[in-house]
C-alpha cells in the first residue's frame, strides 16, 4: 500500500504533536504549579509509575507536601529515565475526586452505600468463609491485572484458603506469545535494539502500546543506520515515527508471512547453519515443512507482494545475527487470533534460524535478580492447593501448556455453571476488558459474593460487585520489591511519595492481612510489608531505605551475556525441554497440538463488505483504566483519539466520508462511532482504539464515549494457550 502526500504529511503533523505532548498543555500536575516554575521549596522522592506493567522509575517533585509533577528516574535503564503522557496522567489522579474513599457494600436496591473497614472485613470475612465450607476452596478465585504487589498477596490470599485459582488478565493480552516463546525458545527474550542492523515489529507499535525501552534502543540503532520494518495492519505511530517499511499486512495471516521468510532463509541458504546444527532441534521436520510456503504462496494468503516478502527474507538473513523479529506482545500472538500461539511459535522459529540468540543485536535473554524471600519458619507459607485449577491452566486435557497466570476470560462461565461462588476483583476490569459484555455480566452476576479491590470503581464493581474495597493511590503507599528487567537488571521500589489525599484508602498488602485475619487466617499474614521487602533485598545486602533514597539500584545479575545459555558441562541449557531451540515441539505433540508451525488459517475472513475488527493501544490510555482520566481524555478530545478507523478507498466504496457517524454492526452489537477514514489502514480492517466504550455510569469522563471491541466479540478460547480470541470478529459498517 502506498501513501499520498497529504496523508504523509499529515501522519507527520499527528506524530509531531504526539511528540510535542512532553512541552504541552498536558504535560504534568499543572492545574496547581507551571511546569517550568522552579520554587524552592521542592522535595523529591523517588518511585514506580503504576500506569502500566513497565513500572518505569520516577521522581516526584513536591511543593508543600503537595505532587507538584513527576519525571523520569534517569537511573532507569530500562526507561532510560522518561515517562510517558499516561504515567504523568495517573499520577495526577491522586487528587481526583472520583477517587474512592470508604469501603462500599452494596443494598438490596443495587446501591451502594459507605461502610467501616471493620463490619468490610467481618462481613467479606463471615462470607468468603462460608463459601469455602459450603462448595469448597476452589470455588473462589482471585483475578487481577497483574502487578508485583498482588502476585503476592493475592497468590498468598488464594493459597492460604486452599483455592488454586489465582488470575491475572493475561488470557486477554500476552499468553498466545509467551506459550509460543517458552515452548521454542524457553521463555521471552528481549530485543537488543540498542545494537541492531535490522528489526521486524510483527503487530507491535511500541509508540503506541508504549515500550519506552524499545522506543530509547532504536534511537540509538537507527542513527547507526538500522532498518526497521513494521508488519501490522495499521501503520501505527511508531511505524510512522521509525519504520523505513510498513507491510500491511492483512489482518490474522502474520503467519503466513513468517511461514514464507522461513522458506526463503532456508531455501536461499540464508539461515544461520552453525547455530542450527549445535543449538536446534526439528530442523529437517521444519525444513520439509516450509517447503511449500513459498512468497508467491503468502502472497495469496496475506495480499503482501511476493516480491517484497522475498527481500524483507533475504535482509533478514544479510544482517543476521544483529537482526531479529520482535517478540511483540498483544497484537498477531498475544491472544487475537485462532492462529496466534502457532504465530508465536512461528516468529520465535524465524529467529532461531537467524541465530541471534543471545547474540549482539540479536535477541538476548535477561540476567535475573537473586531476591529472597520470607524464612518459613517465622512466616509459614499456605500449602500448594491440592485441587485443580478451575480454569484448567495446566491442567491435562483441558490447557495443560498456559501459564499458571490462569484464564480469567473463562470464569464468568465458570460461574454461570456454578463452578465458582465467589470472586475477588484487585486493580482489574473484566466488566469492560473481557469479550461479551453479556456473557460476562451474566456470568459473574451468578457469583455470591463479589468483591473488588480498586482506587476509582469500574464497570465491573459496578455491575457485579457486593463490596468495594478502596485501594490507596500509588503514590500514598509503599509496594514491594521488584526487579526491572533490562540488559542490567535493576532493582527498585513504588514507595509512598505523599500522605493520604484521603484516609480511607488500605494499601492492598493492609488490605489482604486484614481480611484474612478477619477469615483466622493471620497466621499466613503475620509479618508487615517491610519485613518481606527487607527479606526480598538480604541477599542483595539492600534495605528497603536503600530503594526509597536512591529509587533504583543494579542488582548483582550484572549485564547480559551475549552466549547462547549453556549448562556445567557446556550443554545447551535454554529453557525447553532439550535445552535447545525446538523448531519441532515434542511437548505441543504430546497433548495433540501441531509440533510445526503449519498454516492454520484465523477463524473468520473478511468477504465482500464484512470488515474485521482490530483494535489496539493509544499512547496516552492504558485499557480502560484511564477512561475518567481528565488530562488523558482532554488529549483524546482535541485528537478525536474515539474515532475508528477505515480505509479510504473502501469508505469511497461505502459511501462514507472522514468525520461522519457511522453505525458498526456484528455479532449482534451495535454501536455508533465517528470514523477517521485514511490511507493507514488495510482495506479490509476496521481499527477500533483501546478501553473506550465505558458503560459505567460513575467514570462520567469516559461514559459512552467510543466503542469497544469486546462489544462485538463473542466468548471463544483458542485451544492450545487457551487466550481469548479478541479479533476473530466480522462488522459491517454504514453511514448512519
Ligand atoms: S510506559 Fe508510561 S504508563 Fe507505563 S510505566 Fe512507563 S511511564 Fe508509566
Not at 194 to 218: C, H, Q, W
Request: charged share 20%; hydrophobic share 35%; glycine share 10%.
Amino acid at each position: 500500500m502506498k501513501l499520498n502526500r497529504r496523508t504523509f504529511l499529515k501522519l507527520s503533523a499527528a506524530t509531531a504533536s504526539m511528540a510535542a505532548l512532553g512541552a504541552s498543555k498536558y504535560r504534568s500536575v499543572d492545574n496547581w504549579a507551571s511546569a517550568n516554575e522552579r520554587p524552592s521549596n521542592i522535595t523529591t522522592a523517588y518511585s514506580v509509575c503504576n500506569s502500566c506493567g513497565n513500572r518505569c522509575g520516577i521522581m516526584a517533585y513536591l511543593r508543600n507536601g503537595r505532587l507538584w509533577r513527576i519525571t523520569g528516574n534517569p537511573d532507569d535503564n530500562k526507561s532510560g529515565g522518561k515517562i510517558c503522557t499516561r504515567g504523568h496522567g495517573y499520577a495526577q489522579m491522586v487528587y481526583d475526586k472520583y477517587r474512592l474513599s470508604q469501603p462500599l457494600k452494596r443494598t438490596s436496591d443495587g446501591s451502594f452505600v459507605e461502610i467501616p473497614w471493620e463490619q468490610a472485613y467481618q462481613e467479606i470475612g463471615d462470607k468468603l468463609m462460608g463459601v469455602v465450607r459450603k462448595y469448597g476452596p476452589q470455588s473462589v478465585f482471585w483475578s487481577e491485572y497483574s502487578k508485583p504487589i498482588s502476585n503476592f498477596y493475592g497468590a498468598r490470599l488464594m493459597a492460604a484458603l486452599g483455592s488454586p485459582n489465582w488470575t491475572t488478565h493475561s488470557s486477554t493480552c500476552f499468553v498466545g506469545r509467551n506459550v509460543g516463546f517458552d515452548y521454542t525458545l524457553g521463555g521471552l527474550p528481549s530485543g537488543d535494539y540498542e545494537n541492531t542492523k535490522y528489526v521486524v515489529f510483527v503487530g507491535r507499535s511500541p509508540a503506541d502500546g508504549m515500550g519506552l525501552n524499545i522506543l530509547k534502543g532504536l534511537g540509538v540503532a537507527k542513527k547507526k543506520g538500522a532498518k526497521v520494518v513494521s508488519v501490522d495492519p495499521r501503520l501505527s505511530y511508531s511505524a510512522g515515527v521509525l519504520a523505513d517499511e510498513w507491510v500491511a499486512v492483512k489482518p490474522g495471516t502474520d503467519l503466513a508471512l513468517l511461514l514464507a521468510w522461513m522458506n526463503v532463509l532456508i531455501a536461499e541458504n540464508l539461515y544461520d547453519k552453525g547455530f542450527v546444527e549445535n543449538y536446534t532441534v526439528g530442523f529437517a521436520e521444519l525444513k520439509e515443512m516450509v517447503k511449500q510456503y513459498t512468497p508467491e504462496w503468502a502472497e495469496t494468503i496475506t495480499g503482501v507482494k511476493a516480491e517484497q516478502i522475498r527481500r524483507i527474507g533475504r535482509e533478514l538473513g544479510a544482517n543476521r545475527p544483529a537482526a531479529f523479529l520482535e517478540p511483540g506482545w498483544h497484537a498477531a500472538y498475544g491472544s487475537n487470533y485462532a492462529n496466534s500461539t502457532q504465530t508465536a511459535r512461528a516468529t520465535a522459529i524465524v529467529n532461531g534460524l537467524l541465530g541471534n540468540i543471545n547474540k549482539p543485536g540479536g535477541l538476548c535473554f535477561y540476567n535475573r535478580v537473586s531476591f529472597g524471600g520470607l524464612n518459613p519458619e517465622l512466616y509459614p507459607t499456605p500449602p500448594a492447593s491440592p485441587y485443580e485449577r478451575v480454569d484448567g491452566a495446566g491442567v491435562k486435557g483441558k490447557y495443560p501448556l498456559t501459564l499458571s497466570t490462569g484464564l480469567h476470560h473463562l470464569l464468568p462461565g465458570l460461574a454461570k455453571e456454578g463452578k465458582l461462588k465467589a470472586g475477588i476483583f484487585y486493580s482489574v476490569n473484566p466488566g469492560r476488558t473481557v469479550p461479551d459484555r453479556n456473557y460476562v455480566i451474566e456470568g459473574y452476576k451468578n457469583l455470591e459474593l463479589t468483591i473488588v479491590i480498586d482506587w476509582q470503581m469500574s464497570e465491573t464493581a459496578e455491575q457485579f460487585a457486593d463490596y468495594v474495597l478502596p485501594e490507596s493511590h500509588p503514590m500514598e503507599r509503599d509496594g514491594i520489591v521488584e526487579a526491572i528487567a533490562s540488559s542490567r537488571p535493576q532493582v527498585t521500589m513504588q514507595a509512598k511519595v505523599i500522605d493520604p489525599v484521603h484516609s480511607g484508602g488500605r494499601g492492598l498488602d493492609r488490605i489482604v492481612s486484614e481480611l484474612a485475619t478477619a477469615m483466622g487466617l493471620e497466621r499466613f499474614f503475620n509479618f508487615t510489608l517491610e519485613d518481606l521487602n527487607k527479606a526480598m533485598l538480604f541477599p542483595l545486602g539492600l534495605f528497603p531505605v536503600h530503594l526509597k533514597s536512591r529509587g533504583i539500584v543494579d542488582g548483582d545479575a550484572g549485564q547480559w551475556h551475549y552466549e547462547f545459555p549453556v549448562d556445567g558441562s557446556g550443554k545447551p541449557s535454554l529453557r525447553t525441554k532439550s535445552g535447545k531451540v525446538e523448531f519441532f515441539s515434542s511437548s505441543f505433540a504430546e497433548h495433540g497440538h501441531n509440533p510445526l508451525p503449519a498454516w492454520q488459517a484465523p477463524k473468520v475472513m473478511p468477504s465482500g463488505d464484512k470488515l474485521r475488527m482490530i483494535h489496539g493501544h493509544q499512547a496516552y490510555h492504558t485499557h480502560a483504566q484511564t477512561m475518567n482520566n481528565p488530562y488523558l481524555m482532554s488529549i483524546t478530545k482535541d485528537y478525536e483519539g474515539d474515532s475508528i478507523w477505515l480505509n479510504t478507498e473502501t469508505a469511497k466504496r461505502l459511501g462514507i466520508s472522514d468525520g461522519d457517524t457511522v453505525q458498526v454492526s456484528g455479532n449482534g452489537w451495535e454501536a455508533k462511532s465517528k470514523v477517521k477514514v485514511t490511507q493507514r489502514i488495510h482495506p479490509e480492517a476496521l481499527f477500533v482504539p483501546g478501553g473506550y466504550g465505558g458503560f459505567a455510569k460513575s467514570l462520567v469522563r469516559g461514559y459512552g464515549i467510543g466503542v469497544n471491541i469486546n462489544d462485538f466479540l463473542k466468548h471463544d478460547t483458542e485451544p492450545i494457550s487457551g487466550h481469548a480470541m479478541m479479533e476473530e470478529v466480522l462488522v459491517s459498517v454504514k453511514r448512519a
